[in-house]
């Protein structure tokens, strides 16, 4: 059997901290790395215990969850962390500045138990979790802070395929999606993706997405 996932668990409030170290000490492929009420700490932690994923709030004391992440899995630090960030509707304006701050993918709190579970085990395995929901709500409102790049898209190394799935991509669909509105297989949109990634030098879907904004592909 393949080890566990170790996650740490950092939010303020402890009756949430509570169900979800509960929920995921509940698991057979995961354990709880540890847990806390503040940023600081939690950076603390994860340097000292090392977890697979830490699950990261927004709004915390000492030490917000968008610093704590950018310390954890901004540009430039060693050995990053993977950042699940979770959050609520009423604080919109901090999902784009967790993604930048380097958090692979975001879930609201009001989320189904299976969904945070489904989330930190594909952020475990590297990939990215987008919400889709948050995605086309949050991600779509707040791009027009991102400064626009000055080349086009006509100066993009991708083909027209390429940049069609990196569109709907930036839309919020997941893999499956993609392939029932481009009829192809799952397999072959994970081909699309892996290309994109590679030809564009970026980590994961959620820096592809801030890409497709930041380019002017999405509308």
Same mark, same amino acid.
């Given at each position: 059997m393949s080890a566990p996932i170790r996650v740490l668990v950092c939010d303020d409030q402890m009756l949430i901290r509570t169900g979800l170290v509960t929920i995921i000490g509940a698991q057979?492929? !995961?354990?709880?790395?540890? *847990?806390?009420?503040?940023?600081?700490?939690?950076? %603390?932690? +994860?340097?000292?215990?090392?977890?697979?994923?830490?699950? !990261?709030?927004?709004? !915390?004391?000492?030490?917000?969850g968008l610093e704590a992440t950018h310390l954890l899995?901004? +540009?430039?630090?060693?050995?990053?962390?993977?950042?699940?960030?979770?959050?609520? &509707?009423? =604080?919109?304006?901090?999902?784009? *500045? $967790?993604?930048?701050?380097?958090?692979?993918? &975001?879930? =609201?709190?009001? +989320?189904?138990p299976d969904r945070l579970l489904h989330g930190i085990r594909t952020v475990a395995t590297g990939a990215a979790l987008l919400d889709p929901d948050v995605t086309r709500r949050l991600v779509g409102r707040y791009a027009a802070r991102i400064r626009p790049a000055e080349h086009t898209p006509r100066d993009l190394p =991708?083909?027209?395929? %390429?940049? *069609?799935?990196? @569109?709907?991509?930036?839309?919020?669909l997941s893999n499956n999606e993609i392939a029932a509105a481009l009829v192809i297989s799952q397999e072959t949109v994970k081909t699309f993706v892996s290309r994109i990634l590679t030809k564009l030098q970026l @980590?994961?879907?959620?820096?592809?997405?801030?890409? $497709?904004?930041?380019?002017g592909l999405t509308t």
């Open positions: 057979p492929d !995961m354990e709880v790395a540890g *847990e806390c009420g503040d940023g600081q700490t939690g950076v %603390e932690l +994860a340097h000292r215990v090392q977890p697979d994923v830490v699950v !990261m709030d927004i709004r !915390m004391p000492i030490l917000d899995a901004g +540009a430039g630090v060693p050995h990053p962390v993977k950042v699940l960030v979770v959050t609520t &509707f009423n =604080l919109d304006e901090y999902i784009y *500045e $967790a993604l930048r701050a380097g958090a692979s993918g &975001f879930l =609201l709190k009001d +989320a189904p =991708l083909t027209p395929r %390429e940049l *069609e799935v990196l @569109r709907l991509i930036a839309d919020g @980590r994961d879907r959620v820096q592809a997405v801030v890409y $497709a904004y930041r380019h």
